[in-house]
């Protein structure tokens, strides 16, 4: 029961708001009051997964090329992301880190805030994980500087997690302006797949359109609720994330020298593996390093 109730977590707050805020169409303390009870009751089962555990993870294709580290992973915790809502139980964030780069780090002492494009994940290609059909597709919102200083860090909490979880519930698009310009795919199966903080202009699909493993989608940009240029990708069971649990998921990739079906965590980087069907039947695993890889 509490399961199927964390489902619609995000719908109980909405409700709560317009009961709490409404108060001077209705003119009643009563269900005022019940609406804030209502509030506190949708956020608290933002933390209660709204599936059963125990769900086999959805082997997928990375939806990025080259080398990269794995940022809130589902294989070091979960929730990865603290929390149920939007579907994200299973997400990760994809941050490109070049080789010799050296080591990435979450926050900086300085400059307080960059352009976007000073970052090298911005305008990486983001390719589909898997076939699939486009059930939304939405690339307008801009592309913010950093917020990974300390003091762009205490910003990110105040306006993402306050104003941008606000506006989303105002406009009744839970998530919109939280996960920015992002793609959708059903996967089939119940399964959807959800690339988010895209670069604006850069979603090169509609809705509706048809995609095939590899094909790309857009950039990856820096808009929504982020601190800086990353991928955001998750699966969930529905499509629209305001009622959907997060579904498990993993993909071929090498670390430390070794080729895992998984998910990479840790903070440590990994190349993606792609298998490919020789014609004699046999598969190969490839991986794909390049800037223009297939």
Request: aromatic share 8%; proline share 8%.
């Given at each position: 029961?509490?399961?199927?109730?964390?489902?619609?977590?995000?719908?109980?707050?909405?409700?709560?708001?317009?009961?709490?805020?409404?108060?001077?169409?209705?003119?009643?303390?009563?269900?005022?009051?019940?609406?804030?009870?209502?509030?506190?009751?949708?956020?608290?089962?933002?933390?209660?997964?709204?599936?059963?555990?125990?769900?086999?993870?959805?082997?997928?294709?990375?939806?990025?090329?080259?080398?990269?580290?794995?940022?809130?992973?589902?294989?070091?915790?979960?929730?990865?992301?603290?929390?149920?809502?939007?579907?994200?139980?299973?997400?990760?964030?994809?941050?490109?880190?070049?080789?010799?780069?050296?080591?990435?780090?979450?926050?900086?002492?300085?400059?307080?805030?960059?352009?976007?494009?000073?970052?090298?994940?911005?305008?990486?290609?983001?390719?589909?994980?898997a076939d699939g059909v486009v059930v939304h597709a939405g690339g307008r919102q801009r592309?913010?500087?950093?917020?990974?200083?300390?003091?762009?860090?205490?910003?990110?909490?105040?306006?993402?997690?306050?104003?941008?979880?606000?506006?989303?519930?105002?406009?009744?698009?839970?998530?919109?302006?939280?996960?920015g310009n992002a793609v959708v795919l059903d996967i089939g199966d119940g399964v959807y797949?959800?690339?988010?903080?895209?670069?604006?202009?850069?979603?090169?699909?509609?809705?509706?359109?048809?995609?095939?493993?590899?094909?790309?989608?857009?950039?990856?940009?820096?808009?929504?609720?982020?601190?800086?240029?990353?991928?955001?990708?998750?699966?969930?069971?529905?499509?629209?994330?305001?009622?959907?649990?997060?579904?498990?998921?993993?993909?071929?990739?090498?670390?430390?020298?070794?080729?895992?079906?998984?998910?990479?965590?840790?903070?440590?980087?990994?190349?993606?593996?792609?298998?490919?069907?020789?014609?004699?039947?046999?598969?190969?695993?490839?991986?794909?390093?390049?800037?223009?890889?297939?």
């Amino acid at each position: 029961m509490i399961r199927r109730l964390a489902r619609y977590s995000t719908p109980l707050v909405l409700l709560g708001m317009a009961l709490t805020f409404g108060e001077y169409l209705h003119g009643s303390d009563a269900l005022a009051l019940a609406g804030m009870v209502v509030i506190v009751a949708g956020l608290a089962l933002f933390f209660v997964p709204g599936a059963e555990p125990g769900r086999a993870p959805v082997v997928v294709r990375s939806p990025v090329r080259g080398r990269w580290v794995p940022v809130n992973s589902p294989a070091d915790r979960v929730p990865s992301h603290g929390t149920h809502e939007l579907g994200q139980t299973y997400a990760i964030d994809l941050v490109h880190v070049p080789e010799g780069a050296g080591e990435w780090r979450p926050l900086r002492r300085r400059p307080l805030a960059a352009r976007p494009e000073t970052f090298p994940s911005f305008g990486r290609e983001v390719v589909a994980p898997a076939d699939g059909v486009v059930v939304h597709a939405g690339g307008r919102q801009r592309d913010h500087w950093s917020r990974n200083s300390w003091p762009g860090f205490a910003y990110l909490l105040v306006e993402g997690m306050i104003f941008r979880a606000l506006l989303s519930f105002l406009t009744l698009s839970p998530g919109r302006f939280v996960v920015g310009n992002a793609v959708v795919l059903d996967i089939g199966d119940g399964v959807y797949a959800v690339l988010a903080h895209l670069r604006r202009g850069s979603v090169r699909v509609r809705k509706g359109d048809r995609v095939r493993a590899g094909d790309v989608l857009g950039e990856v940009g820096n808009s929504g609720n982020s601190s800086e240029p990353h991928l955001h990708f998750h699966l969930m069971d529905r499509p629209r994330p305001g009622t959907a649990a997060g579904v498990p998921f993993a993909f071929r990739y090498e670390s430390d020298g070794e080729v895992r079906t998984g998910v990479p965590g840790g903070r440590r980087p990994f190349v993606p593996v792609v298998d490919e069907t020789a014609v004699d039947g046999t598969v190969v695993d490839k991986t794909v390093t390049g800037e223009t890889a297939a």
